[in-house]
């Protein structure tokens, strides 16, 4: 051992010594070439440097790139892009910006124009980050700038691409809109964003942000005291972002935003064979070009807290009581839990009393002693609350939850709810309180604790209709580079399954056709002629009254108080190709006033097809997913 | 025990000329400081007073450190070493983000970034582990592979953060440590290869924008927005300079802002301009100054333990050295790596002060400790 230790007689060995004379070495010529370096720098390139640190200096201008078109399924463009000409400032040498300002305003008066400088000018000024004084300006502007430029240095037109929004509000709630990097998202995202960047603020603009967006380009310029270039140093070109392609039909998009605009609601087509939205409105909307030239604080007030949320998608943040349209959940419980047979019947004679409290039926009179089918085709109310009270809350709940209700659906939109599938233990947890048996029978009939949003409403009937696969909800069909080529394919996705025996499915889908095409059906408004329609109206009480004073209040109450409608179906009865959901926000009754909406719908969708045979059996081979 | 035995000769042989050196390059860095944010009048609490407190705090660990036998402070390498690999974890989890760069533990008010102490703890390890494996013959790759281990946890931990600079300092670290214990040529050579084959590994922990900077990193005419931006204008700054400078609070580079990371990474060319090839020259012999000192106190260190740590410390300044310099007058590619003392930035000067306070601690106890 002793022998191995060279280092008991101190480090000051020859050994090291050499290493130590190596090391000595190296760092005498590693400093000499930094010493050189600098006096090449300093004093032999230091006339010249110091001249060009004079006449200072070197910009680089960001270069914004084309960010992606959106088209619906069929090609057709939902979102372009415009030129945009912008009022840009360079703080470089002038630091005075506020006098520029005033210079630009008094500019501005002499052609009658009024300055509408709204941004809060940024808190740390970069002499190389340019800021944007005025956006999206007409050309009168452009020329007040372009010709008073040696009055204005450092201020300049910057051309950069804002989005066209072919379809406006009648695809606002989906699309979103973009918006500048906020200070958030500038501190918190990747390296690559820099302040100023567009960046996709709300709804598909947000969700496809990274593909759509493309990278910056930038251009390494010389400019003069003036800011005029000088010389080019060098360019790199900007990478347009991705084209993408949604599910969307914008023909049917267009047909439920028809019937729609003007009322509180929202409507909701989809896919029942793969999940696709084809449509999907809320209205009121908003105009998205409002936040091209950056949206005024008034504006935004405004949109904020306007009572009818206009800014707020009702097809996916609404949450709803689902009424009527609720008994085919407990129905389709109670026969799997063997509560009934299609042949059970129950006694309607307009009332049900449960302990001391009284129940009543939409129909006065009572529909007589009648079994599941009619009991679903006229809505009658008893037999459900009959039913309920047979199979309990827990129960209900159980195949609300596999029909996909209570959870977010999980489509690619922000703010979407959960809805909510009340059970014995989530009251208790909620309100502190027990369950009380007759808040059993408001279940029953869709009127308790439990709310939808109208995509989940619409998902629910779609897995009936598909024969048990509940889909994720999906916008994003794929994404195209900008020659057309796909790059990625977005496949369906499965959020689980709806397990009922085929005799439910049958029995079900046969009550649903019923409602619209058998005698006496609440659905009737919903029939079309070119194919089956299957449904269920829907009339969600706001708020609960007695019966007996209900009609007579509700004269008083303004309309904020009346029912919504609902209607909620699909078509054909035989392979399903579109299921649709309306809901209109205090309206009256489903039947009436909902169930016509969606007719209008699905008419718009089998015209359609009918037009274009050809078109539509090639979507169908390549929407054909194997579940 | 040797342990706060307050030894006359502590205090009589006390390193003087490294204070002195250490107060002064500290000097010129406030100085420095001071100037390049003088034109920014916004900020309550200026940079430059931020670092005399930094640099306060750094002198009263330098104490500490000093007092207590470095042999002691070497018999809890393990421990701090793990202490650091904690925090790191910690930055990984619950780290804070700037610049897109998770590097950060904050905690009432301060933040910290464990990876600067990281580069002195790996010193500490590595020093430990070859004094505890002594050997007259140079090492064979088998012998290095716990050291190896020992460097690739913080090495990818701190690569993922991303911190490319500080990354490459702790293998530059690791690499100049093997070479000064020795290692059998061949085994240099397989460790060489196997640090290649490493790449591409360390490449797929990567994220598409990670991968993206680093190969802006080795390219930045790739990068005029970012890198390319920051070389011209640095080369402007230094050569404008010219040979007497423009003298203090003159700089008209570093006062209208052209400058980007004017307080940290792009110091030098702040002082360049501002003080010329005059001012350059004397702070670089001052670096040289400190280098040659260290590398005298490893040369006459006790015991080995003490050669490697003070090796180890002198080759951390000189590397941060020569490599911000170097990035500063455009002959190195643009990576992340702070001037010892003169950049801004609290942890680093507390882990410089600290790895100060060892170097003396080495000096002093030569005369003291007899075997």
């Known amino acids: 051992m002793e022998n191995r230790l060279n280092l008991l007689n101190g480090p000051e060995t020859s050994e090291f010594r050499q290493k130590f004379k190596i090391v000595f070495a190296l760092l005498l010529i590693i400093f000499s070439v930094l010493l050189i370096r600098l006096w090449y720098l300093q004093v032999i390139k230091g006339?010249?440097?110091?001249?060009?640190?004079?006449?200072?200096?070197?910009?680089?201008?960001?270069?914004?790139?084309?960010?992606?078109?959106?088209?619906?399924?069929?090609?057709?463009?939902?979102?372009?892009?415009?030129?945009?000409?912008?009022?840009?400032?360079?703080?470089?040498?002038?630091?005075?910006?506020?006098?520029?300002?005033e210079k630009l305003k008094i500019l501005y008066k002499?052609?009658?124009?009024?300055?509408?400088?709204?941004?809060?000018?940024?808190?740390?000024?970069?002499?190389?980050?340019?800021?944007?004084?005025?956006?999206?300006?007409?050309?009168?502007?452009?020329?007040?700038?372009?010709?008073?430029?040696?009055?204005?240095?450092?201020?300049?037109?910057?051309?950069?691409?804002?989005?066209?929004?072919?379809?406006?509000?009648?695809?606002?709630?989906?699309?979103?809109?973009?918006?500048?990097?906020?200070k958030e998202e500038l501190e918190e995202g990747d390296e690559k964003f820099t302040y100023g960047d567009v960046l996709g603020k709300h709804g598909m603009e947000k969700a496809l942000d990274s593909y759509i967006r493309g990278r910056n380009g930038a251009e390494l310029v010389e400019v003069n005291v003036y800011d005029k270039e000088m010389k080019n140093l060098g360019r790199i070109e900007p990478v347009p972002g991705y084209n993408a392609v949604l599910t969307i039909d914008a023909g049917l998009q267009k047909a439920a935003w028809q019937e729609l605009k003007g009322k509180a609601g929202a409507a909701v087509a989809l896919d029942p064979r793969d999940g696709s939205v084809l449509a999907m409105v809320s209205s009121p909307s908003f105009d998205p070009h409002l936040f091209n030239s950056g949206i005024s604080y008034d504006q935004w007030d405004k949109l904020q807290n306007s009572p009818l949320a206009p800014m707020s998608n009702r097809a996916i943040s609404g949450q709803y009581p689902p009424g009527s349209t609720y008994k085919l959940i407990v129905a389709a419980a109670a026969l799997e839990e063997g509560i009934i047979t299609p042949n059970t019947k129950f006694f309607c004679n307009g009332s049900f009393k449960m302990g001391n409290k009284t129940f009543h039926c939409w129909h006065k009179n009572g529909h007589g002693s009648i079994s599941l089918h009619r009991a679903i085709v006229e809505s009658c109310d008893v037999y459900f609350y009959n039913v309920g009270k047979l199979l309990g809350a827990d129960k209900i709940a159980k195949y609300a939850k596999l029909f996909g209700l209570g959870d977010a659906s999980g489509i690619d939109l922000p703010n979407e709810k959960n809805g909510i599938v009340p059970t014995e233990q989530w009251k208790l947890a909620r309100m502190k309180e027990p369950w009380q048996p007759g808040e059993t029978i408001s279940i029953a009939i869709g009127q308790g604790y439990d709310l939808?949003?109208?995509?989940?409403?619409?998902?629910?009937?779609?897995?009936?209709?598909?024969?048990?696969?509940?889909?994720?909800?999906?916008?994003?069909?794929?994404?195209?580079?900008?020659?057309?080529?796909?790059?990625?394919?977005?496949?369906?996705?499965?959020?689980?399954?709806?397990?009922?025996?085929?005799?439910?499915?049958?029995?079900?889908?046969?009550?649903?056709?019923?409602?619209?095409?058998?005698?006496?059906?609440?659905?009737?408004?919903?029939?079309?002629?070119?194919?089956?329609?299957?449904?269920?109206?829907?009339?969600?009480?706001?708020?609960?009254?007695?019966?007996?004073?209900?009609?007579?209040?509700?004269?008083?109450?303004?309309?904020?108080?009346?029912?919504?409608?609902?209607?909620?179906?699909?078509?054909?009865?035989?392979?399903?190709?579109?299921?649709?959901?309306?809901?209109?926000?205090?309206?009256?009754?489903?039947?009436?006033?909902?169930?016509?909406?969606?007719?209008?719908?699905?008419?718009?969708?089998?015209?359609?097809?009918?037009?274009?045979?050809?078109?539509?059996?090639?979507?169908?081979?390549?929407?054909?997913?194997?579940? | 025990m040797i342990f706060l035995k307050f030894d006359r000769r502590i205090f009589q042989n006390f390193d003087w000329m490294l204070l002195m050196l250490v107060l002064s390059?500290?000097?010129?860095?406030?100085l420095n400081i001071y100037s390049a944010g003088y034109a920014i009048s916004e900020r309550q609490f200026p940079f430059y007073l931020k670092q005399i407190q930094w640099i306060a705090l750094g002198l009263i660990i330098m104490m500490v450190i000093f007092f207590?036998?470095?042999?002691?402070?070497?018999?809890?390498?393990?421990?701090?070493?793990?202490?650091?690999?904690?925090?790191?974890?910690?930055?990984?989890?619950y780290g804070y983000t700037m610049h897109g760069s998770q590097r950060w533990l904050a905690f009432g008010g301060f933040v910290f970034q464990p990876s600067e102490l990281m580069k002195l703890t790996i010193i500490i390890v590595l020093a430990r582990y070859f004094d505890?494996?002594?050997?007259?013959?140079?090492?064979?790759?088998?012998?290095?592979?716990?050291?190896?281990?020992?460097?690739?946890?913080?090495?990818?931990?701190?690569?993922?953060?991303?911190?490319?600079?500080?990354?490459?300092?702790?293998?530059?670290?690791?690499?100049?440590?093997?070479?000064?214990?020795?290692?059998?040529?061949?085994?240099?050579?397989?460790?060489?290869?196997?640090?290649?084959?490493?790449?591409?590994?360390?490449?797929?922990?990567?994220?598409?924008?990670?991968?993206?900077?680093?190969?802006?990193?080795?390219?930045?005419?790739?990068?005029?927005?970012?890198?390319?931006?920051?070389?011209?204008?640095?080369?402007?700054?230094?050569?404008?300079?010219?040979?007497?400078?423009?003298?203090?609070?003159?700089?008209?580079?570093?006062?209208?802002?052209?400058?980007?990371?004017?307080?940290?990474?792009?110091?030098?060319?702040?002082?360049?301009?501002?003080?010329?090839?005059?001012?350059?020259?004397?702070?670089?012999?001052?670096?040289?100054?400190?280098?040659?000192?260290?590398?005298?106190?490893?040369?006459?260190?006790?015991?080995?333990?003490?050669?490697?740590?003070?090796?180890?410390?002198?080759?951390?300044?000189?590397?941060?050295?020569?490599?911000?310099?170097?990035?500063?007058?455009?002959?190195?590619?643009?990576?992340?790596?702070?001037?010892?003392?003169?950049?801004?930035?609290?942890?680093?000067?507390?882990?410089?002060?600290?790895?100060?306070?060892?170097?003396?601690?080495?000096?002093?106890?030569?005369?003291?400790?007899?075997?």
């Not at chain 2, 402070?73 to 989890?93: M, Q």
Request: positive net charge.
């Open chain 1, 47 to 101: 006339g010249e440097l110091k001249q060009r640190s004079e006449i200072n200096s070197v910009r680089f201008r960001k270069i914004t790139p084309l960010r992606g078109l959106i088209m619906d399924r069929k090609g057709n463009l939902l979102v372009d892009n415009l030129p945009s000409f912008d009022v840009v400032y360079m703080p470089g040498k002038v630091k005075d910006y506020e006098q520029l300002i």
């Open chain 1, 110 to 182: 002499r052609k009658s124009l009024q300055f509408a400088f709204d941004q809060h000018f940024p808190k740390i000024v970069k002499p190389y980050l340019p800021i944007k004084l005025e956006k999206n300006v007409g050309m009168e502007k452009v020329a007040v700038v372009e010709t008073n430029s040696v009055d204005l240095p450092g201020v300049y037109i910057d051309v950069s691409p804002v989005r066209l929004y072919l379809n406006g509000e009648m695809m606002a709630p989906i699309i979103g809109y973009t918006g500048e990097i906020s």
């Open chain 1, 452 to 627: 939808v949003t109208p995509l989940q409403l619409v998902n629910a009937y779609s897995a009936l209709a598909n024969g048990g696969t509940v889909w994720r909800p999906r916008l994003i069909k794929r994404i195209e580079s900008i020659d057309g080529k796909t790059y990625k394919e977005f496949a369906p996705v499965k959020n689980g399954t709806l397990t009922l025996s085929k005799n439910t499915f049958d029995i079900l889908s046969q009550a649903l056709w019923g409602v619209v095409n058998e005698q006496g059906g609440t659905g009737g408004a919903a029939r079309i002629l070119n194919a089956d329609v299957c449904g269920k109206t829907g009339t969600a009480q706001v708020i609960s009254l007695p019966e007996n004073e209900k009609g007579r209040r509700q004269r008083k109450m303004g309309v904020l108080l009346k029912d919504h409608a609902l209607f909620v179906g699909y078509a054909p009865l035989k392979n399903p190709e579109i299921a649709v959901a309306v809901i209109v926000e205090n309206a009256g009754h489903g039947g009436s006033v909902a169930a016509p909406i969606a007719r209008k719908i699905l008419e718009a969708y089998f015209e359609e097809k009918a037009k274009q045979p050809q078109v539509m059996a090639q979507n169908l081979t390549t929407n054909k997913v194997n579940p």
């Open chain 2, 25 to 30: 390059i500290c000097a010129i860095g406030i």
């Open chain 2, 68 to 93: 207590i036998d470095y042999r002691l402070i070497i018999k809890g390498a393990y421990v701090i070493y793990g202490i650091f690999i904690a925090l790191l974890a910690l930055v990984y989890i």
């Open chain 2, 132 to 371: 505890d494996h002594k050997s007259n013959e140079p090492y064979k790759l088998k012998e290095l592979f716990v050291p190896f281990l020992i460097v690739i946890g913080p090495f990818l931990l701190i690569l993922k953060q991303p911190d490319l600079g500080t990354a490459l300092i702790i293998m530059i670290i690791f690499a100049s440590i093997i070479f000064f214990v020795g290692v059998n040529w061949k085994s240099f050579v397989i460790a060489l290869a196997g640090g290649l084959i490493l790449i591409p590994i360390g490449w797929l922990f990567l994220k598409d924008y990670q991968k993206e900077r680093l190969i802006t990193f080795f390219n930045p005419e790739n990068d005029p927005l970012g890198a390319g931006y920051h070389i011209i204008q640095s080369m402007i700054a230094v050569g404008s300079g010219g040979f007497f400078g423009k003298g203090f609070l003159n700089g008209s580079q570093t006062q209208l802002k052209f400058l980007p990371e004017q307080q940290t990474d792009f110091v030098f060319s702040v002082f360049a301009e501002e003080w010329g090839f005059i001012g350059g020259m004397v702070l670089i012999i001052m670096f040289i100054s400190l280098i040659l000192w260290g590398l005298k106190i490893a040369l006459h260190a006790r015991d080995l333990l003490g050669t490697i740590i003070a090796f180890g410390i002198t080759a951390l300044i000189s590397w941060e050295v020569i490599i911000n310099i170097g990035m500063v007058l455009g002959i190195l590619p643009v990576v992340g790596i702070p001037l010892p003392f003169l950049s801004y930035g609290g942890s680093a000067m507390v882990s410089l002060m600290t790895a100060m306070g060892l170097l003396m601690n080495i000096n002093v106890r030569k005369f003291i400790l007899q075997r």
